[in-house]
């Protein structure tokens, strides 16, 4: 029903910067908040950021916050996540998501409140 497929992601050293996209497609992308999440091998999936569905709301997992922006287009059906001075813990899968939640209040920042996802983009950050 809903597809999404990022790109974007590659290597790049400490304090460089990658901006990943992600394009919809199969549903109405402006009414679905839509995030970002990150995950590396052992460790579980973790909330990047998200963005409600007029881009008014955002919220950023501690790790990232002053260094990464998420927005999004709808004209586009695209979002994106702009990455600056990356850091090696930083590597990781990253997943696109989307929302059927409002989030009018609180965004959701869990994985079980997200219904569709990815198939990720790797991001690795070299020292």
């Known amino acids: 029903q809903v597809q999404l497929v990022e790109s974007g992601g590659g290597l790049v050293q400490a304090g460089g910067s990658l901006r990943l996209s992600c394009a919809a497609s199969g549903g109405t992308f402006s009414s679905y908040t839509m995030g970002w999440f990150r995950q590396a091998p052992g460790r579980e999936r973790e909330f990047v950021a998200a963005i409600s569905w007029s881009g008014h709301n955002t919220d950023y997992g501690g790790s990232v916050v002053g260094r990464f922006t998420i927005s999004r287009d709808n004209a586009k059906n695209t979002v994106y996540l702009q990455m600056n001075s990356l850091k090696p813990e930083d590597t990781a899968v990253y997943h696109c998501?989307?929302?059927?939640?409002?989030?009018?209040?609180?965004?959701?920042?869990?994985?079980?409140?997200?219904?569709?996802w990815g198939q990720g983009t790797q991001v690795t950050v070299s020292s």
């Open positions: 998501a989307a929302s059927r939640a409002p989030g009018t209040v609180v965004l959701p920042t869990r994985e079980h409140s997200y219904d569709y």
